[in-house]
């Protein structure tokens, strides 16, 4: 069909590295694909997928007259995605029963990689990916083997996201352009996106998988919107990055039957969004300032209580991570953490239908509130008053 011809012939002019068809081997970790449409078009070989050795951060589906598609995922994006998986892992902490596992990079250091990367960024594509300039320590195996499922699912999302536009896709009418689809409405780029989302969290085999997954959805997402920021732009009506950051944030909230599953998956996310955002603002020379984000700091809270009650991380740690947030945390943002505070650690332990998760919880909130006395005093004034207001008979 048209679309294997044209996958083949733009290979041919733009042809891989020795890693193969890295699109096509993506292609294989979703088969058979779970909509049955989609399905009989691979099958067919009316849908294709392939990697297309061009730098440009781009993915790509171009639709024929005989009725086929061909996503093409272009190799500087699938680069571009390994490199900043690799450096993020650089600095995160591998947490394990009883112990953890101390990154060999501060978090500074990797916000400076992050930046020196994406200031490799060009209008005609990304130059030097790998390059022997950044400071990239050999990640320990861990480490290694995550950064890997990190990218992947970054990359796993964008094909999930292009299949949308096969799905959505309708043949130009008699009024359009026949050189020029109808392009997808904002409402289908961001359902697309939701789609992507869910199918990456139900493939997940365990809930550290799906933490992962969720993680790789927000990192592909934010650096795009780097990419925006460095004036990349997208093609058409194409939603801008950031707001397709925004409608995924809600349409996790939708997806998630609870809010305490909801900061169950959200926290390696956070902290690499974190990141990112703030590598991106410097490579962009601007001059403003990342505020702190109540839902950001109350991951990291929710993080930080977790690996203390598994023993990986001393119970002071919780108070000398979270002690920069209550110094510089606005009035207001504190005010938002401590209301969520409150709602996910009661006085009274939740039950649910996930015994494991409750006991989790519970001691999650013991703790928490075993420091009360020991959180800075604009904390502790925002956690009392917060508590008092939705608990109020417990004074």
């Known amino acids: 069909m048209k679309a294997s011809e044209e996958l083949a012939k733009r290979q041919r002019e733009y042809p891989l590295e020795n890693a193969g068809d890295r699109g096509a081997k993506l292609l294989a970790k979703f088969t058979p694909l779970n909509a049955p449409g989609l399905e009989a078009m691979r099958l067919s070989q009316a849908l294709v997928v392939g990697e297309v050795g061009r730098t440009l951060p781009n993915a790509t589906t171009f639709h024929y007259p005989d009725g086929s598609h061909a996503i093409m995922l272009f190799s ?47 209008p005609g594509g990304i130059t030097d990916v790998v390059d022997p300039k950044l400071s990239m320590s050999p990640m320990p195996g861990p480490a290694a083997e995550f950064a890997a499922m990190l990218a992947q699912a970054a990359q796993l999302f964008i094909l999930s996201h292009e299949f949308g536009h096969v799905s959505f896709y309708r043949p130009p009418g008699e009024d359009d352009d026949p050189l020029t689809p109808p392009a997808l409405t904002r409402d289908q780029e961001f359902a697309a996106d ?90 962009a020379d601007s001059n403003v300032t990342l505020l702190p984000d109540d839902d950001r700091v109350f991951a990291r809270l929710s993080a930080v209580l977790e690996a203390a009650v598994h023993g990986s991380v001393p119970h002071s740690e919780v108070l000398d991570v979270m002690r920069k947030d209550f110094d510089d945390i ?10 969520t505070a409150a709602r996910m650690f009661p006085p009274v332990p939740v039950v649910t239908t996930a015994p494991t998760q409750d006991a989790l919880w519970a001691e999650k909130a013991k703790l928490f509130r075993s420091l009360n006395d020991r959180w800075p005093d604009v904390a502790r004034t925002a956690f009392e008053t917060a508590f008092q207001q939705l608990y109020p008979s417990k004074g």
């Not at 029963?97 to 990154?103: N, R, Y």
């Not at 992507?196 to 997940?204: K, P, Q």
């Open 76 to 122: 500087g994006l699938i680069d571009f995605l390994d490199a900043v998986a690799k450096i993020l892992f650089g600095s995160t902490n591998m947490h394990g029963p009883q112990k953890v596992v101390k990154a060999a990079a501060t978090e500074e250091d990797v916000i400076q990689e992050l930046q020196a990367l994406f200031e490799r960024w060009k």
């Open 194 to 283: 939701t789609t992507g989302m869910e199918n990456l969290i139900r493939m997940a085999p365990t809930p550290g998988d799906a933490r992962m997954h969720m993680a790789g959805v927000i990192v592909c997402l934010r650096v795009l919107a780097v990419f925006a920021l460095l004036g990349h732009t997208f093609p058409g009506d194409h939603p801008q990055p950031i707001d397709r950051l925004y409608s995924i944030a809600r349409s996790v909230h939708a997806f998630c039957r609870t809010e305490r599953d909801y900061w169950s998956l959200m926290p390696i996310a956070y902290a690499f969004d974190e990141r990112l955002a703030i590598a991106g603002q410097r490579a």
């Open 330 to 339: 606005p009035p207001d943002v504190l005010e938002r953490v401590a209301r």
